[in-house]
T-cell receptor
Framework: DGGITQSPKYLFRKEGQNVTLSCEQN?????MYWYRQDPGQGLRLIYY???????QKGDIAEGYSVSREKKESFPLTVTSAQKNPTAFYLC??????????FGPGTRLTVL | AQSVAQPEDQVNVAEGNPLTVKCTYS??????LFWYVQYPNRGLQFLLK??????LVKGSYGFEAEFNKSQTSFHLKKPSALVSDSALYFC?????????????FGGGTRLMVKP
């Protein structure tokens, strides 16, 4: 897991609530990514950011939002528009086009 | 668009025996290929990658992978399995030319090593 931290480890959300997942890295990496992992499935890309103040949608961006105000931080907000948010969320970072390194993950459960 | 197939949901092997976890890919142009391992309720740990050069890549914890361009495969191998190798393994690919460094992951293979 190295220098990438995610918090909280577990998060519970009520229907209709927005929640924000934190991701911080101290690796001086330019690029950061958010993935969603569902049981029995691989990882799917939600959003990615190659540089501060810029980010791009991935394959499943609907119902999610991000910001990249600082190089070290890439928070993910799961909005009420995301109809099935229960999943394991993984943040990763990399030096531009190099290997991605992952954080320990946040497990989000909708009550 | 690129894709990755891991044809086995689970691989069972006895401790001390060799193991193979299969991966095939589809990508435009030359590939960058990666293997990651995931332990329960943890993030993914990088094992090894192929970019160019020698087709046999050595990585962490005694794992290696062989790139086969004609078969578009990148199978993960280890000569002697340990019980502690039991985990979920993911293969991933991206094209050599990819502005966004976006990886496509396979569905994962669960490796069970029995004593």
């Amino acid at each position: 897991d190295g220098g990438i931290t995610q918090s909280p480890k577990y998060l519970f959300r009520k229907e209709g609530q927005n929640v924000t997942l934190s991701c911080e890295q101290n690796l001086n990496h330019d690029a950061m990514y958010w993935y969603r992992q569902d049981p029995g499935q691989g990882l799917r890309l939600i959003y990615y950011s190659q540089i501060v103040n810029d980010f791009q949608k991935g394959d499943i961006a609907e119902g999610y939002s991000v910001s990249r105000e600082k190089k070290e931080s890439f928070p993910l907000t799961v909005t009420s528009a995301q109809k099935n948010p229960t999943a394991f969320y993984l943040c990763a970072s990399s030096m531009s086009t190099d290997t991605q390194y992952f954080g320990p993950g946040t497990r989000l459960t909708v009550l | 668009a690129q894709s990755v197939a891991q044809p086995e949901d689970q691989v069972n092997v006895a401790e001390g025996n060799p193991l193979t976890v299969k991966c095939t890919y589809s990508v435009s142009g030359n590939p960058y290929l990666f293997w990651y391992v995931q332990y329960p309720n943890r993030g993914l740990q990088f094992l090894l990658k192929y970019i160019t050069g020698d087709n046999l890549v050595k990585g962490s914890y005694g794992f290696e992978a062989e790139f086969n361009k004609s078969q578009t495969s990148f199978h993960l191998k280890k000569p002697s399995a340990l019980v502690s190798d039991s985990a979920l393994y993911f293969c991933a690919v991206r094209p050599w030319i990819n502005a966004g460094n976006m990886l496509t992951f396979g569905g994962g293979t669960r490796l069970m090593v029995k004593p």
